[in-house]
């Protein structure tokens, strides 16, 4: 069995580790601790890296990191990572974009309720001072006030809805995203930036870049309302900060929420000299629940990117993000992994693969091809496949690749179907995403499922009689293997296919008595 090297360079939850810890396939090192020199020697055989912002993948990271795959940013910013020069190593960089989703859309609220009533002045003049003084303390409701919404992504967007249910008028001011995004939500949308600038309190959630650094100014500031209150949980620099320091002593800015600066630590900086202001030291991802997602997240990538599944929210994939919809990365992604998938379910040489789709997606299907012919020879062909040579060494395995854009014909508004055929058998798996972003598995070899692509598979056809569920659950018990999903399909021939999602890896030995019950037709088991 294969193994891969992961090297962990910052400290993320215990939760991740543990899940590289028991995947039999990673060689795991814990490397938080090294010293950022030393740690040039560990990841020199590498092939998937986690790092953090106490980690730089500059320069001299990418000429020590010489297997290196891929590498996880364990956190939404990537602005210490050096993706450039990464793509020209062709090394996939990638993100875990929504783990801290709901811990910056909470924080974002509780800044906005703080600025409003000025909650951590009236705390501390009670607390510490002991003073009671309530006449000192009359604050601003936010229903009936309008909201600026600068950037309406993942949480953007969940930051309108929670003040929509706070009865505010909420406005979207987003050139990327379609307008229904924001209308479906009862949001207004708007391609003009000044009505943003119009609204009782503004809130930002950009990334950080050349187009969004200092998005505010001095000049912004002064076509805002009197009195406006505006919020920064993203990032720091959207706002100018000398501009806001001007706008929040003047008074022309009544109240500002800051969670993140442009230089941090920013224990001295101008802005904690004013008494009109609420702050944090950049906490938008500091809870409990966030850290675990980004942790077990992050190691569910660095898993996947180390055996070739997938290589989810890539920031250097051979695509122009710009000029394809949203919907369309997802999907590239899910391809991958039940290309992978099909191949792992049909161990033999690979004859021809072909790659289908129904729906807007179907008008993506080159994009699509290369990333289940990347998934399905993962560590097939003894070739290092990337984005960039799929199509060739396929073509020089004698590996037919064919798309296929089909009339839809099903339930689902956009299905892309992935048909591998070796000298063996054929696996046919149809996939399709719903709303959110969920992956499910569909159909596998015409048995109508619904599964996440997602953890330790074991299919198991059998003929279609009483007691089978029983007799495998039984076995698979005594095998000391615990069952955490049970999917059946069944079709007209009086045959039906279980999908059995385990905690742990199921041994050869465990398949083995599986595929020796009376009723068993075929047995396999792969891990995604």
Not at 409 to 432: F, H, P, Q
């Amino acid at each position: 069995m294969e193994k891969y090297k992961v090297v962990v360079c910052d400290h993320i939850h215990e939760a991740g580790l543990e899940m590289l810890q028991n995947d039999p396939q990673i060689d795991y090192v814990f490397a938080a601790d090294v010293d950022k020199t030393a740690l040039l020697d560990v990841i020199a055989d590498a092939d998937v890296t986690i790092t953090r912002s106490s980690t730089d993948v500059d320069d001299k990271f990418i000429a020590a990191a010489k297997k290196m795959k891929a590498i996880v940013r364990a956190g939404v910013g990537v602005d210490n990572v050096d993706i450039e020069g990464c793509s020209k190593e062709g090394i996939i960089v990638m993100n875990v974009p929504t783990a801290n989703t709901i811990a910056a859309v909470e924080l974002t609220m509780a800044h906005m309720l703080s600025c409003m009533r000025m909650f951590p002045y009236s705390h501390d003049h009670l607390k510490n001072q002991r003073i009671w003084k309530r006449e000192k303390w009359y604050g601003y409701e936010l229903k009936g006030k309008k909201l600026g919404v600068i950037g309406f992504g993942n949480i953007g967007s969940r930051v309108g809805t929670r003040c929509k249910a706070f009865e505010m008028d909420v406005i979207a001011y987003d050139p990327y995203i379609p307008a229904s995004k924001a209308t479906d939500l009862g949001v207004k949308y708007t391609e003009n930036f000044d009505d943003i600038l119009a609204c009782d309190v503004i809130t930002i959630h950009t990334p950080k870049n050349q187009e969004t650094i200092d998005i505010i100014g001095a000049e912004e500031i002064a076509k805002m309302k009197d009195g406006v209150v505006l919020i920064n949980c993203a990032r720091g620099g959207l706002y100018n900060e000398e501009a806001l320091y001007d706008g929040l002593k003047s008074g022309k800015v009544r109240f500002a929420g800051i969670d993140v600066f442009k230089k941090e630590p920013a224990t001295d900086h101008p802005l904690l000299d004013l008494d009109n202001i609420v702050v944090s030291p950049h906490l938008g991802a500091n809870t409990f629940e966030s850290q675990y997602n980004i942790g077990t997240q992050a190691a569910q990538q660095a898993i996947e990117a180390a055996k070739g599944i997938a290589y989810p929210n890539a920031f250097n994939l051979p695509i122009d993000e710009t000029k394809i919809p949203a919907f369309v990365k997802p999907f590239l992604e899910l391809g991958q992994k039940i290309g992978f998938m099909a191949s792992e379910l049909n161990r033999a040489p690979i004859v021809s693969i072909k790659v289908s789709a129904q729906g807007d997606i179907a008008e993506y299907l080159d994009s699509l091809s290369t990333f289940v012919t990347v998934g399905a020879l993962a560590d097939k062909t003894g070739d290092t496949i990337n984005y960039v040579n799929a199509s060739f060494i396929a073509e020089q395995k004698g590996i037919k690749i064919e798309t296929s854009a089909e009339l839809s014909s099903s339930a689902y508004k956009n299905l892309i179907s992935v048909k591998v055929t070796t000298d063996k058998r054929v696996v046919d798996i149809d996939a399709t995403i719903f709303e959110e972003g969920v992956q499910r598995i569909v159909e596998v070899n015409g048995f109508d499922l619904d599964v996440e692509p997602k953890g330790n598979f074991i299919l198991f056809k059998n003929t279609d009689v009483p007691g089978v569920i029983g007799k495998v659950g039984t076995l698979l018990a005594e095998n000391s293997v615990n069952i955490a999903d049970f999917r059946l399909g069944r079709n007209n021939s009086g045959e039906a296919l279980a999908v059995i999602i385990t905690d742990t890896p199921v041994k050869d030995t465990a398949l083995a008595k599986l595929a020796a019950l009376e009723e068993c037709i075929s047995v396999d088991a792969v891990r995604l």
